[in-house]
Structure formats: structure tokens, C-alpha cells
């Protein structure tokens, strides 16, 4: 099957986008759906997918070519972090470098805050962040656990401004 290049129009064709829900429903019957059923699947990695003409796109992706005509240059980024929220008040076109900014906490980190860790040789906790695209600086060492949070916190609001993520 070849893929068809999917525009706005035959978007519009396919689905209808509420952009206060951020929810996709189809328009008409098809394969994969029934008219009116609300289109699409988590993927592996969290997103919201759906199937449209033969390809399969993310659906704030989808968002944007709706609302907008066209898809984004680069990323589009969740603003409150939830892959699977699509209202058009939630998505924002950005670079790589800012959609990583706006990540929360990983899984691996131990204090539970981003950008704070446990120092075993010093014993206390250590601030690090990252401040530019692959560059990170360390904010000290504190004692009080509260205190490098704190910290943390405001450096990234400096240096990540709309894309600080503190969760």
C-alpha cells in the first residue's frame, strides 16, 4: 500500500479535532474505526497514535497540521508533561533541546527531585543542571535536602524559562 501524503485538508476529511478535549474523532467509517469512535492508540512510547491514510502519526503532531496547515519543523512539546493530553492550549512547537528541558524526573534518580543528588563523599546533597544543550554545572553541595532543591529549582527557572519542569 503506498503512503499518501496526509495534508489539512484530508485530515479534515478523516477526523474532526476538538482542540478544548484534544480528542480525535472520525467523520467517517473506516477500516480501522467506526464514524463518530474516537481515533487512536497509545504507542509504545506513550504517545497518543492514529493511523491516517495509510501512515501512522502522533497525534499532537496531528494537532498542529489541523490547527495549523502544516506540521512542525521540529517537535511538539506537552506542556504539562502528560503525553497523552492533546488540548491545543497544551501543545507548543520547540526545539529537541527545550522538549528535553521540559522532561520529568527519571526513573533512576534517588532524591526523587531533578537535578538533585546524594554526594556519599561528602555527605550532603549536590545540585547539578543542565544550563545549555549538552553542558550541565554543579550549584554545591548542601546539607539541607530542602535547601538544594530550592536551588535547583531556581536555576532551572533561569536557564529553562517557560520550559522549567521542576516534576
Not at 58 to 82: C, Q, T, W
Request: with cysteine; hydrophobic share 30%; glycine share 10%.
Amino acid at each position: 500500500m503506498v503512503k499518501i501524503e496526509l495534508t489539512q485538508d484530508r485530515l479534515k476529511e478523516s477526523l474532526e479535532y476538538n482542540p478544548d478535549t484534544g480528542l480525535f474523532k472520525w467523520k467517517r467509517i473506516t477500516p480501522n474505526g467506526t464514524k463518530g469512535w474516537f481515533g487512536g492508540s497509545l504507542s509504545g512510547t506513550g504517545d497518543l497514535v492514529i493511523r491516517v491514510y495509510w501512515g501512522l502519526y502522533k497525534a499532537h503532531r496531528l494537532a498542529s497540521l489541523y490547527m495549523e496547515g502544516g506540521f512542525p519543523k521540529e517537535v511538539v512539546d506537552h506542556i504539562d508533561g502528560n503525553r497523552t493530553n492533546n488540548k491545543w492550549e497544551n501543545l507548543r512547537a520547540c526545539s529537541q533541546s527545550n522538549n528535553t528541558l521540559n522532561s520529568r524526573v527519571m526513573s533512576n534518580n534517588t532524591s526523587g527531585h531533578k537535578g538533585v543528588y546524594w554526594r556519599k563523599d561528602r555527605r550532603k546533597w549536590g545540585v547539578r543542571v543542565q544550563v545549555t544543550p549538552y553542558h550541565y554545572k554543579s550549584f554545591g553541595s548542601h546539607e539541607d535536602f530542602e535547601l538544594a532543591c530550592l536551588i535547583a529549582d531556581q536555576v532551572r527557572e533561569k536557564y529553562h524559562g517557560e520550559f522549567a519542569n521542576h516534576g
